[in-house]
């Protein structure tokens, strides 16, 4: 492998989390159904759907909680085509993993073989709930970023209950990893600027290897400097919030239509 493509491909990377991230962003800021729901209630409802699926034991119920995932995705104005992707790249490859055992190791009524392995059909219907748990508290994760600023989000869960300083840690997590990626391409288009022709592959890990080294002496030394930096402008330990906002008409019916469907999926099924 040359240096050039090794190079090349983590700049690409580096880039195109950044561009995934702040098309985000873009996301959030759309006039669509989730947007215009208070993030609290927001987050109150699509938790209460997350925590159904994961408890139900019906796979019908699961398959209609993902399909209104994907109905609220496109009232939301999100692009069905990435919403499915940034769902179904994470699923094979993590649930694969746990899911195509049990096709095998669940004891039950036999359905085949494979390599000489027993399918059961218990196994299957196990392999089936994992998956479609996983993909649908996915799309509801997935569904909860989208249409909610980094900002408002941590507010939200401010606002329930949860511990100041929990905040602060995700919120300078989110702030300052842009930093470091972004240094991070620094250091690899300068390497590329200086580098012609091939190197070996022990010479690209090494290079790898001493920029991971720098970069966590960077990242502590930022945190260092940074965090002096709030003490010096008063930083108590705590975090500053603007006046809770009323809820509107569109809140309170959000939550009542998360309430009615609940209901209406536990008498169901």
Same mark, same amino acid.
């Given at each position: ?41 927001? +987050? ?10 994961? $408890?139900?034991? *019906? ?63 218990? %196994?299957?219907?196990?392999? =089936? ?40 840690? +995700? ?5 300052? =990893?842009?930093?470091?990626?972004? $240094?991070? *391409? ?33 990242? +502590? ?9 709030? +003490?010096?402008?008063?930083?108590? %330990? ?26 209406? $999926?536990?008498?169901?099924?």
């Amino acid at each position: 492998m040359s240096v050039s493509s090794f190079l090349d491909r983590n700049l690409r990377e580096g880039t195109a989390w950044i561009e995934r991230t702040l098309a985000a962003e873009a996301v959030a800021a759309r006039a669509g159904l989730l947007q215009a729901i208070d993030p609290r209630v927001k +987050l109150i409802g699509l938790l209460a759907l997350l925590v159904f699926s994961l $408890l139900s034991r *019906n796979i019908w119920v699961i398959a209609s909680v993902y399909g209104l995932s994907l109905l609220l995705a496109v009232a939301s104005r999100i692009s069905i085509t990435a919403f499915l992707r940034r769902v179904w790249l994470f699923v094979p490859v993590f649930t694969a993993a746990i899911a195509l055992p049990a096709l095998f190791l669940t004891p039950g009524e036999r359905l085949g073989s494979l390599g000489g392995l027993t399918i059961t059909h218990q %196994g299957v219907w196990g392999a =089936i709930f994992l998956i479609s748990r996983v993909a649908t508290a996915i799309s509801i994760s997935t569904l909860l970023v989208l249409t909610t600023k980094w900002h408002r989000l941590l507010l939200a869960l401010r606002a329930l209950r949860v511990p100041s300083s929990v905040i602060i840690v +995700l919120t300078m997590c989110y702030r300052y =990893i842009f930093v470091l990626v972004r $240094l991070f *391409n620094d250091f690899l288009l300068a390497r590329k600027s200086r580098v012609i022709g091939r190197m070996p592959w022990r010479e690209n890990v090494r290079f790898l290897a001493r920029t991971a080294g720098i970069m966590l002496v960077r990242s +502590l030394r930022l945190a260092d400097d940074v965090y002096l930096a709030m +003490l010096a402008r008063g930083f108590d %330990g705590e975090i500053d919030l603007p006046a809770r906002q009323p809820l509107r008409r569109i809140d309170y019916g959000w939550l009542a239509a998360i309430l009615v469907l609940i209901g209406a $999926l536990i008498w169901k099924g």
